[in-house]
């Protein structure tokens, strides 16, 4: 099982302001995903990366993939209140999660 | 198509008694896999299965829990006897072997509390 470490575990920020969480492991990962889960619900893929050192774009979020694959970060830019839920992590081999970031956007 | 579709929604059930979940995958979807979600222990995979075959059943906790797929499109997860510390939400999730990045779709999860 290869362990995922996901910080901050708790976030919350006033719209407009950008902020980064990260997913970091000591194994390597041949790709790794992230998912967003909004209360109630089960989470939603939101990218898979798969290259050392890939960045990948969706609108307002930053993803990127580090150059050895053991990390990854998430970057929003001037969040908004529907950015708010918890932001997962998982290794795309073994479909394990990290704990999460909670992030909550204030208007 | 409807999605994961996960039942009961909410279940509520006294210490001792038997619980049983249910799952319908996506269907064409060959993979299907059973977490369960707390605040203390994040999201954790209990079990998943290919083509209807147990692959990986190391994180089910105990022998309390047992899941099966009779068939591609319906797999139940059991709990005998249930116990206070089993209330959380479990999540079904089913993946299609054709998909590039293994993107799970996960049902809205069955929340189970144990008195």
């Known amino acids: 099982t290869q362990l995922l470490e996901q910080s901050p575990q708790f976030l919350s920020i006033q719209e407009g302001e950008n902020l980064t969480v990260y997913c970091n492991s000591s194994?390597?990962?041949?790709?790794l995903q992230w998912y967003r889960q909004e209360p109630g619900e089960g989470p939603v893929l939101l990218v898979t990366?798969?290259?050392?050192?890939e960045v990948k774009k969706l609108k307002r979020l930053t993803f990127q993939f580090g150059d050895a694959r053991k990390d990854s970060s998430l970057h929003i830019t001037a969040a908004q209140p529907g950015d708010t839920g918890l932001y997962l992590c998982?290794?795309?081999?073994?479909?394990?999660f990290g704990a999460g970031t909670r992030l909550t956007v204030k208007p | 198509d409807a999605g994961v579709i996960q039942s009961p929604r909410h279940e509520v059930t006294e210490m001792g008694q038997e619980v049983t979940l249910r799952c319908k995958p996506i269907?064409?979807?060959?993979?299907l896999f059973w977490y369960r979600q707390t605040m203390m222990r994040g999201l954790e995979l209990l079990i998943y299965?290919?083509?209807?075959?147990?692959?990986?059943d190391s994180g089910m906790p105990e022998d309390r829990f047992s899941a099966k797929m009779p068939n591609a499109s319906f797999s139940t997860l059991k709990i005998q006897p249930s116990e206070p510390r089993d209330s959380a939400v479990y999540f079904c999730?089913?993946?299609?072997?054709?998909?590039?990045?293994?993107?799970?779709?996960f049902g809205p999860g069955t929340r189970l509390t144990v008195l």
């Open positions: 990366v798969v290259t050392g050192g």
């Open positions: 999730a089913s993946l299609g072997a054709g998909s590039s990045y293994n993107e799970q779709f």
């Open positions: 998982a290794g795309a081999n073994d479909m394990r």
């Open positions: 299965f290919n083509n209807n075959v147990p692959i990986d």
């Open positions: 194994s390597v990962f041949s790709s």
């Open positions: 269907s064409g979807h060959d993979y």
